[in-house]
């Protein structure tokens, strides 16, 4: 079982829609967890982190934990074609360490 | 503020040759360091990391190697590529702590023919 698991997609949203991104996770002792953005040929890119149980906001963005469901999310608003990448989820698990998942590919489309 | 460098941006080897690849970060001390390879459309594996100078840790035993010879230096190294080596290396840091943020540098193409 992998620690942290994303639907591959891809996943197509219309220009101004809400993309909605979803992981989740198998350790329940994970404490952090990560959103990165990584366009094609590029490297990953930190969007924003969450800790505590509930909603992160930072401007279109919106990060959601669910410990007790094991789940994290991330919402787009306000689509834009700019927004077209791969999107990694990440968590700290018992232990320490750092497991990525395998990315959601995200196009939004004009 | 921090910035983290790697070079060679890209790199075409042919199989049986050496490898070095270079990282280094700036604007922090005592960072945590993580070797990754991403393959073509797939996900990151961490191939080494670092909690200080001299401190190496293998996640997936092959034919690569890292070493750390300053705090902020980062090395991985093969003496003989292999065709299955190709893909994108990234090199990361961390503050050491409780929760640890990962950036990343630019990356490194490889391909082996």
């Known amino acids: 079982q992998k620690e942290v698991e994303q639907n591959s997609g891809p996943l197509s949203v219309p220009e101004g829609a809400i993309a909605s991104l979803n992981c989740t996770y198998s350790?329940?002792?994970?404490?952090?967890f990560f959103w990165y953005r990584q366009y094609s040929g590029k490297s990953p890119e930190l969007i924003m982190f969450?800790?505590?149980?509930g909603d992160k906001e930072d401007g279109r963005f919106t990060a959601q934990l669910n410990k007790a469901s094991q789940y994290v999310s991330l919402l787009i608003r306000d689509s834009q074609p700019s927004d077209s990448a791969t999107y990694l989820c990440?968590?700290?698990?018992?232990?320490?360490?750092?497991?990525f998942g395998t990315g959601t590919s995200l196009t939004v489309i004009p | 503020s921090q910035t983290i460098h790697q070079w060679p941006a890209t790199l075409v080897q042919p199989v049986g040759s050496p490898l070095s690849l270079e990282c280094t970060v700036e604007?922090?001390?005592?960072?945590?360091l993580y070797w990754y390879r991403q393959a073509a459309g797939r996900g990151l594996q961490l191939l080494f990391y670092?909690?200080?100078?001299?401190?190496i840790s293998s996640e997936v035993p092959q034919n690569l190697s890292a070493s750390r010879p300053q705090d902020r230096q980062f090395i991985l190294s093969s003496k003989k590529l292999l065709l299955s080596d190709s893909g994108f290396y990234l090199c990361?840091?961390?503050?050491?702590?409780?929760?640890?943020?990962?950036?990343f540098g630019p990356g490194t193409r490889l391909l082996v023919l």
């Open positions: 990440a968590a700290i698990v018992t232990g320490n360490q750092f497991y």
């Open positions: 670092s909690v200080g100078i001299g401190q």
């Open positions: 604007g922090t001390s005592n960072p945590n």
């Open positions: 990361a840091w961390s503050v050491q702590g409780v929760q640890e943020t990962q950036y």
């Open positions: 969450i800790y505590s149980n």
């Open positions: 350790d329940r002792g994970s404490q952090s």
